[in-house]
């Protein structure tokens, strides 16, 4: 190992010859029948312990483990993956794959997926480590190639942690090792408005030399887009924005387990991916002519507009905005887009949905919730505008 490498061992993924450890330690886990039954997979977690004593490699783990998870639900809990784009990864070319973010593991899991399918090199996964909070964790994502992306609220350990991610992004794609995968954001879009964040594209040009344009260029940004027809954890969500309208949010022991598991496990309807024509070098260029902040403004908008562009709208998308429009007293819009029978199914999903929310949200202290007819509105209205603010968007 080289002195570069040895830099990133606190947050690299696992190399093949760490496999075998890591699995070892995992047939040992005490909650593995239970995941397996979780998952319900087939012969429970004997299948499990079987198919890690079979992993040498991390290819080994992503066929016989994470291939076995994420096929086991989307079978159960979606109504058909499509994708599109795969033509850009014919070569030997990588790149730093930049996505809207909706669910904490799916997202990145169903992009793994496809690519192994596809015998496309799987990429490196960039994930925060709040939610590493186990071994048992960190051994399921580092052995599917997870970089470790540090938290903290220390301004120097921030611009530390930063410029290592940075550096080892750089490293990955300029050497043509791997290519990555990173939201566009820190955290899951809540509100279903998918925006690139400046500091994340502050952060990956902070390993560069110095000259924006040469440093964006170097790492063949690729933006990607995934929808899916029934939003990830959309009552969870619904239930954060209202708490956030009123107080700081905090989350709780477990809450990022909880959305983790409720992601896994709730309906997904359909899903798309959709992987765009990579960021051309004259886009660059062009944003190289702006003042330094604002180049970063423009780049985002680029990847932005490719993004909503590529992003699927589904029936329930054009329900929400149209119930919108009807609540403002203006015409519905989107009429030839869906179905009454798919409206009243939304409707009524809507309902339950936000059913599910209110016995929590009437213990939730510090927080006035004595009008029970204006709450239960405003929770409507938050979830509507999670499915109708991606219309809204591609609009523009």
């Keep these: 190992m080289s002195g570069l490498d040895s830099i990133f061992d606190g947050i690299r993924p696992y190399y093949d010859s760490e496999i075998s450890d890591s699995a070892a330690r995992l047939q040992t886990f005490e909650y593995l029948n239970d995941i397996a039954a979780f998952l319900k997979i087939e ?6 312990r079987t198919a890690l004593s079979k992993c040498a ?5 992503q066929d016989k483990i994470m291939v076995l998870v994420v096929e086991h639900i989307l079978s159960r809990t979606s109504a058909g993956l499509e994708y599109s784009g795969l033509e850009y990864f014919g ?3 990588k790149y730093l794959i930049l996505a809207n973010h909706r669910d904490i593991v799916l997202d990145s899991a169903i992009i793994q997926l496809i690519f192994h399918q596809h015998k496309i090199s799987t ?15 960190e ?9 470790k992306v540090t938290r903290s609220s220390s301004p120097r350990e921030v611009y530390n942690s930063s410029m290592l991610l940075s550096k080892y992004i750089r490293h990955q794609i300029v050497s043509g090792n791997s290519s990555i995968w990173i939201a566009q954001r820190n ?6 408005l998918d925006l690139t964040e400046q500091g994340l594209l502050k952060m990956i040009q902070m390993s560069g030399g110095g000259d924006f344009e040469a440093d964006m260029i170097q790492l063949n940004i690729l933006p990607a887009a995934i ?3 029934f939003e990830p954890c959309d009552a969870l969500k619904c239930r954060e924005i209202f708490i956030t309208r009123r107080h700081s949010y905090s989350k709780q022991d477990g809450e990022d387990l909880n959305s983790i598991l409720t992601g896994m496990k709730s309906w997904k309807g359909r899903i798309s991916i959709v992987f765009t024509e990579p960021i051309l070098p004259h886009e660059v260029s062009y944003c190289s002519t702006f003042s330094k902040n604002e180049r970063f403004l423009e780049l985002g908008k680029i990847i932005d507009k490719q993004i909503h562009a590529a992003y699927r709208l589904w029936p329930n998308n054009y329900i929400a905005e149209d119930v919108l429009l009807n609540r403002s ?3 519905c819009a989107y009429e030839n887009k869906y179905s009454a029978e798919e409206k009243s199914r939304f409707v009524l999903y809507m309902a339950e949905q936000i059913e599910s929310i209110l016995p929590e949200l009437l213990k939730h202290k510090g927080i006035d919730l004595s009008d029970s007819e204006a709450i239960y509105k405003e929770l409507e209205d938050i979830f509507l505008h999670i499915y109708a603010n991606p219309v809204k968007v591609s609009s523009r």
């Design 329 to 331: 007293n203006k015409p």
């Design 227 to 229: 929808s899916y027809e």
């Design 57 to 61: 490699t991390i290819d080994d783990f």
């Design 123 to 137: 990429t490196e996964i960039a994930v925060g480590d709040n939610l590493i909070t186990s071994k048992f964790i």
């Design 139 to 147: 051994d399921v994502a580092r052995s599917n190639k997870m970089i």
């Design 43 to 48: 012969g429970g977690g004997d299948t499990l």
């Design 91 to 93: 070569g030997n070319k």
């Design 187 to 192: 955290g899951r879009t809540k509100d279903g």
